[in-house]
């Protein structure tokens, strides 16, 4: 099986997050760059098992610039085989999405792996977009995939419980937890990993639909109110009388 | 200004975030809903208390089908000659506020937790809703997922016209084999009040303490991710950072030690109860009303001052 997985940087979880240039950027100094969990723990680790057991390859693709490499490196540690980075910086989503769709379409992929959502923007968008600009279903929030010849067996939330679907490549995919189990690279990865394709593609043609104009904070919460263990009752009642949400 | 709002009524009900979308879009402009789910005439014509002229409904659609459910929204779109598109960010809106902006090639807010601002700027939630960014939409038609409970449904007292419509949805690539439901009277994404437990409680034999205040507040369980990860507790029920990330009008965590991972599923809540034996434990800081006390005294204590209270009021 051919497999195209994406992936994108995120800021390390523990990061401070604040602003520069009058609120305009997100203030990096000092932020360490991760791959985005649910690219790295779901989506590429579920594409690495499937070609372990069926053959094939798994290819990354970032959009992003240079300084995305060591994120590229370290997916290549992992265990892809080869990455592509669309040299443009990801401002938005339908532009990042249409550079995919664009290389994906010529290289002929069963599956299109997307993580759930990147942990800085939270959007869930790229991967839709993807399959709307390739013309293919989408599977969402997929907890668990299997493979029977072309045809996929995924678990997916749905509101109220899980769906058992079935669904035939190609198609793309949203991983969400469930999905595989973290792989911690090794020194052979590390050690390969340098050594491993990374083209470099530049990007085509596509009109930015939405910007972020400025970013804010919200406000500091209030200081917590303690109350004694000993009258909860006194809990209840601010939860009633001040608070007004029972 | 005239605004589609699509709605999920798979599940044969209007839930409370389809009101909420409702609602929203009035607010903007003259407001039509479209739906694909098998629920009554009725049901639907009450979607006008929530500021909806009119109501299409194609029941053709059966499966929770991204691509179908995209074609119809934009058939709908096409018909009503809609500017604004308005979806709630719920699992299926998740799935498809993507898609109809590909489709259309209309810029999406994703995230919006308020009306546009003056100037036309959307505001929404980001990293993990520890920040906000204010979003231009480009192009002329928008598009605007609205995150579930961060607006009040409002009522007018209307009645909408319901029409049937066929949205060219075309044949359904995905076949629905088997649905699990979840158990549990109140889901978690959509709860108002939600009970966490964390590594504190010990173990899963201790998980009836949060099930029966749960049960008595009429409200959904979490946990923190070690506790999903061990087994305690199933997958769903993780919040935080990599899990599920909610926005209840409560948040009860016990024996959570309010990392930061796990702040970021809840910080959107609008009250924070922290029970804690730790009083440095970080999650007071992000704290409404914290108990400095031993879960398994307070836990068992709350739940009788809530029935307490329950019977009296
Ligand atoms: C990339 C990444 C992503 C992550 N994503 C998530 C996420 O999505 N969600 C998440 O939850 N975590 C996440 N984590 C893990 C997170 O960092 C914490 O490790 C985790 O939240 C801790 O869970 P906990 O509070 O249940 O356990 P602990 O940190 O062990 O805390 C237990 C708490 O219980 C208190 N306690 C003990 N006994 C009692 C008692 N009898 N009564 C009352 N209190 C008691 C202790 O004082 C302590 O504060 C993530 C971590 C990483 C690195
Ligand atoms: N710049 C990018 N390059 C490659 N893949 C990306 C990029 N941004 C997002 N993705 C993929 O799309 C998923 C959803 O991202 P988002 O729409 O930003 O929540 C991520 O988990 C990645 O798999």
Redesign the pocket.
Known sequence: MKLLVCISKAPD?TSKIDFTDNNTKFNEAGVQYIVN?YDEWYALVRALELKETLGGSVTTITVGNAGDDAIIRKALAIGADDAVRINAEANDAYYTAFQIAEYAKAGGFDIVFTGKETINYNGSQVGGMIAEIMGLPYISLAEKLDMNGSTATINREMKGGIEVVEVNTPFVISAAKGMAEQRIPNMRGIMAARTKPLQVVEPVACDELTTFTSYSLPPAKSACKYVDADNVAELVNLLHTEAKVI | MSVLVYIDTLGGNIAKNAMEAVTYGSKIGSTTVVTNGPISNDALASLGNYGASKVLVDRSITVNDSSQITNLIATAVESTGADTVIISLDLTGRAVASRVSARLKAGLAVGAIALPEGDGHIKVNVFSGKAYGHVKINTAKKIIALTPNSIPVETTGGSAAVEDFNGNAGASTVIVKEVKKQEGDVLLPEAELVVSG?????GPENWGMVEDLAKVLGAATAC????ADIGWRPHHE??????VAIRPNLYIA?????????L??VNGSKVIVV????PE?P?FKAADYGIV????DVLPKLKAEIEKFKAQN
């Not at chain 2, 923190?224 to 506790?227: G, I, L, N, T």
């Not at chain 2, 993780?238 to 899990?243: I, K, L, N, S, Y």
């Open positions: 979880t969990p | 964390g590594r504190g409680l010990k923190s991710r070690p506790v993780h919040v935080g950072q990599t899990g016990a024996g959570i030690s309010g990392a930061i991972q796990h970021a599923g029970i804690n034996t730790d434990a999650f006390g031993d879960a398994f």
